[in-house]
């Protein structure tokens, strides 16, 4: 996975965390105001569904379209800039650039070392996050193994300790633990009561759900709603265990609620005698948070719930119409978030379908010039495609094209030369023009397609201190397409061709009888070129002409 994707990956998962925290404190509002009552079950059979359209649109974002909703936030580029291109840019497998929205505008990091960084704090954290996590089951493993087994409730082995201060339960691969404290033993229906509530707990899966809300509190160190949420569903659990004892009528309220506040007593000296260390995240319990809101609150609900039950006819109306609604919230954000962190870089995979676009969109074949890819060419392409400048003149290029492109595509076809020709002006000027006298004094090359004085003289084109005919672009793009077939003519290829436009045709003509080759590439490799990766940077061209969206 490229880092542009990781970091896709891991602000996508946060933001849908955060819109389903959003949502379910929406609907709980909604709720509330409302003559609509849920039961403890129902809401947190909603988290559950929440919780499971989270991790579906944040491990299938991976594979949504790419998308150019809004600009990116942060950027992967080949170089810093086009001007340390050449310096910065070795292959299109080197890790690049990461450009981060700051303050101040953006600020420029290498990848590679903001990789390293990013994997040291994953380490760091996991290392944390195991450590806790073992120390814990080390507690409550050590805790049991001074126990002694009093019941065995189908799969369910309820312990009895001397050592532990309230009820818990927990989950092991393979096995299903509840731990009474011996205080209660002397006490038969709380014993009961508090049995009864962690069997409720490992019936409910919230003994395996700790281990997922575990992992993503790790996961999403930094994000705040992931707290409040593993908060909220630990006290929705605890309302569903007490709304589950008390609304089958197995237990007396008054009672339930007595027991509770006995063992909640018992909590505040710690969990486990001698031992005041916080809860244990593997673990569910009867009392673990001794909060005296919380308390209060499981208190009220238990006696309301008994005076006034909860309808049964709302739950799975309600969970449809949140299902629907997260869903289409969260599609949408996974899709648009899957644009927040882009990789402007271009892949070899990616140049070549760049190129078998092109050949598909000219019915198989490009008459006259192939489209080649290869190493030279896909530099050129990240020059283009993968640096901030870059991007802006070709967008720049493209855009002045459009206003040329009739009169220019007349010539094309009236010369019978092969349609790419019309990014060769992307290469030579961008498209850009001089106004008349600019230039006509000077031996500098001119007008749309760069010609120097004498050849635009060659060419029949008036050059002199009263007129400038190269700046005349449908002269001069007359001029041209003679020039380009002319040389096409004599190679007999328009590869060499456009070399020849470039350096001349004798020079390509030496170099070809030199190197004794006919092949433009190996005349390139073996250094003779004129300016330097010209047919290169051409083929970008074409190849970024034919896909425009690729600079977008």
């Known amino acids: 996975m490229s880092l542009a994707a990781a970091l896709s990956f891991y602000l996508n998962l946060n933001l ?17 105001k409302s003559r609509i009552r849920l039961s403890a079950n129902e809401e947190l059979h909603l988290h559950k569904m929440t919780a499971l359209i989270v991790l579906t649109f944040s491990f299938a974002q991976p594979f949504f379209p790419s998308n150019e909703v809004f600009q990116p936030a942060a950027k992967v580029w080949s170089a810093q800039s086009i001007k340390s291109f050449s310096e910065e840019y070795k292959t299109s497998n080197r890790a690049g650039y990461l450009s981060l929205p700051t303050l101040n505008g953006s600020s420029t990091v290498k990848a590679d070392s903001f990789a390293l960084i990013w994997i040291a704090l994953g380490i760091v954290i996991f290392f944390r996050g195991a450590f806790y996590l073992l120390r814990d089951l080390r507690r409550i493993l050590t805790l049991r193994h001074r126990s002694f087994i009093v019941r065995k409730i189908g799969r369910v082995q309820v312990f009895v300790s001397d050592e532990a201060q309230v009820p818990f339960s927990f989950w092991l691969p393979g096995e299903a633990n ?37 992992g993503l509190r790790l996961l999403c160190i930094l994000n705040p709603a992931v707290y409040f949420w593993n908060k909220w569903i630990y006290e929705i659990q605890e309302f569903a265990c007490d709304e589950a004892l008390i609304g089958r009528k197995r237990f007396n309220s008054q009672a339930y609620a007595r027991c509770l506040v006995e063992v909640a007593e018992n909590a505040i000296t710690g969990l486990i005698a001698k031992d005041r260390s916080r809860a244990p995240v593997c673990a569910t319990g009867l009392a673990f948070s001794n909060r005296r809101n919380l308390l209060k609150r499981r208190i009220e609900r238990m006696f309301l719930n008994s005076s006034e039950p909860s309808s049964r006819n709302y739950g799975k109306p309600v969970a449809l119409a949140v299902g629907l609604s997260l869903t289409m919230l969260m599609g949408i954000a996974a899709y648009a978030s899957k644009g927040l962190v882009r990789d402007r870089r271009v892949s070899l995979a990616q140049a070549k379908s760049m190129a078998a676009r092109v050949h598909s969109e000219s019915g198989g074949s490009v008459a006259g010039i192939p489209v080649v890819v290869n190493d030279l060419v896909l530099k050129q392409l990240n020059r283009f495609i993968g640096t901030p400048e870059g991007r802006d003149y070709m967008r720049s290029a493209l855009n002045r094209m459009a206003n040329h492109r009739t009169m220019i595509s007349e010539a094309v076809e009236k010369y019978q030369v092969p349609a790419e020709i019309l990014a060769l002006p992307i290469v030579e000027s961008g498209y850009q023009n001089l106004a008349q006298g600019e230039v006509s004094q000077t031996n500098k090359s001119a007008g749309i397609w760069q010609f120097i004085p004498q050849t635009a003289r060659n060419y029949g084109l008036r050059v002199d201190a009263q007129k400038d005919e190269r700046l005349d672009m449908a002269l001069l793009t007359d001029a041209a397409m003679r020039y380009l077939q002319a040389n096409n003519l004599r190679f007999k290829d328009w590869q060499l061709a456009l070399m020849a436009y470039n350096m001349g045709e004798n020079a390509v003509q030496k170099a070809m009888v030199d190197l004794d080759t006919r092949d433009a590439w190996t005349l390139i490799r073996n250094g003779r070129e004129g300016d330097k990766d010209y047919l290169a940077k051409f083929m970008a061209a074409v190849l970024i002409m034919r896909n425009p969206d690729s600079v977008e």
């Open 16 to 32: 849908l965390i955060l819109i389903g925290v959003l949502g379910l404190l929406f609907v709980t509002a909604f709720i509330a």
């Open 178 to 214: 509840v731990v009474i404290p011996s205080t209660i033993l002397a006490r038969p229906l709380d014993m009961k009561m508090a049995v009864s509530h962690e069997l409720q707990h490992h019936r409910s899966g919230d003994t395996r759900s700790v281990y997922l809300q575990w």
